[in-house]
């Protein structure tokens, strides 16, 4: 699997972001997918994950009720609406798979990465 994420950009403090990742291959749909950021001088922190049935999401603490993750097997497509944003959220952002159908806030539980899209915001 192939992963591509874009979306990132730059947006003042209680604007939104939309990040999309997107997938080859036709295993998408069995697939876990996750978000995951990184910022300068600190480690990679799971965002927020969706099974391969998009009934199950799973979200970090500082990003509920904020940011939502969803998926289309048929575009082969990961979202993440962020609402809200804080400075705090500034990162770059990464989509990963996981070949196991069920999420995983680990990120060493995925075995592909996509590049990452950076997103900062200001005050």
């Known amino acids: 699997v192939q992963l591509q994420a874009s979306g990132g950009g730059l947006v003042q403090a209680g604007g939104s972001l939309r990040l999309f990742c997107a997938a080859s291959?036709?295993?998408?749909?069995?697939?876990?997918m996750g978000w995951f950021r990184q910022a300068p001088g600190k480690e990679r922190q799971f965002v927020a994950g969706?099974?391969?049935?998009?009934?199950?999401?799973h979200y970090a603490d500082a990003v509920k009720g904020r940011f939502t993750i969803s998926r289309d097997n048929a575009k082969v497509t990961l979202y993440l609406q962020m609402n809200s944003l804080k400075v705090e959220d500034t990162a770059v952002y990464y989509c990963?798979?996981?070949?196991?159908?069920?999420?995983?806030?680990?990120?060493?539980?995925?075995?592909?990465w996509g590049q990452g899209t950076l997103v900062t915001v200001s005050s």
């Open positions: 291959g036709r295993t998408f749909s069995s697939y876990a």
């Open positions: 990963a798979a996981r070949s196991r159908g069920t999420v995983s806030s680990s990120p060493e539980n995925y075995d592909y």
């Open positions: 969706i099974g391969w049935t998009d009934s199950i999401t």
